[in-house]
Nanobody, 124 residues
Framework: QVQLVESGGGLVQAGGSLRLSCAASGRTFSRGAMAWFRQVLGKEREFVANIRGSGGTTVYADSVKGRFTISRDNAKNTVYLQMNNLKPEDTAVYYC?????????????????WGQGTQVTVSS
């Protein structure tokens, strides 16, 4: 079975940094897309960042551009999200997502596989 496991979440003060990791097993996504989304209770799941397997091109939400960096290690079947200069509005549950192919990279329903989420809390 396919499993995505996030780690690295926690509590930080505004201006601090965290690095999230997502390790996939049961399927190789070296040719596919991997992404990060986040969700606050009562709100829709929000796109954060995406990275393609082919070419490694990246796309970011405007709200995190310049602060967050998505990267991947295909040998480890793992995707990372480096989060710098964190703000209280970044507080959310962060989810890792992956699929063999996605067309609209910012849409959550394009991704077939999801992790369980990891909580990120940023205090003011």
């Amino acid at each position: 079975q396919v499993q995505l496991v996030e780690s690295g979440g926690g509590l930080v003060q505004a201006g601090g940094s965290l690095r999230l990791s997502c390790a996939a097993s049961g399927r190789t996504f070296s040719r596919g897309a991997m992404a990060w989304f986040r969700q606050v209770l009562g709100k829709e799941r929000e796109f954060v960042a995406n990275i393609r397997g082919s070419g490694g091109t990246t796309v970011y939400a405007d709200s995190v551009k310049g602060r967050f960096t998505i990267s991947r290690d295909n040998a480890k079947n793992t995707v990372y999200l480096q989060m710098n200069n964190l703000k209280p509005e970044d507080t959310a549950v962060y989810y890792c997502a992956a699929d063999d192919f996605v067309f609209e990279r910012r849409r959550a329903n394009e991704y077939a596989y999801w992790g369980q989420g990891t909580q990120v809390t940023v205090s003011s």
